[in-house]
């Protein structure tokens, strides 16, 4: 059993950052694939970032990619993701998630955060 706590939100300015953090449970944490998901007033859930057990390789969606940056740390069982350049569209709630067989489809994740919330007005 793998536990998810998320922190880190907030509400940031248009151009600004956040930086979240997952704490996670569980002696296998280095054999997790960790992602991180949103879901925006109103929409569906959807992919942000995920990364591999060792932290060697990370996925991004693309209205990300070159503003988040997904990382993790083994040894205190965390996974961050810092979010810079911030924009109005990456208002959401963010959930941490941990699979153990995927990559970036929810339906793979086995394990779930609270979720944070990101509000990014000016």
């Known amino acids: 059993q793998v536990q998810l706590v998320e922190s880190g939100g907030g509400v940031a300015q248009p151009g600004g950052s956040l930086r979240l953090s997952c704490a996670a449970s569980g002696r296998t944490f280095s054999r997790l694939i960790m992602g991180w998901f949103r879901q925006a007033p109103g929409k569906e859930r959807e992919f942000v970032a995920a990364?591999?057990?060792?932290?060697?390789?990370?996925y991004y969606r693309d209205s990300v990619k070159g503003r988040f940056t997904m990382s993790r740390d083994n040894a205190k069982n965390m996974v961050y993701l810092q979010m810079n350049s911030l924009k109005p569209e990456d208002t959401a709630v963010y959930y941490c998630?941990?699979?153990?067989?995927?990559?970036?489809?929810?339906?793979?994740?086995?394990?779930w955060g609270q979720g944070t919330h990101v509000t990014v007005s000016s």
């Open positions: 990364i591999t057990g060792t932290g060697g390789r990370s």
């Open positions: 998630a941990a699979s153990s067989r995927g990559w970036t489809l929810q339906m793979e994740y086995d394990y």
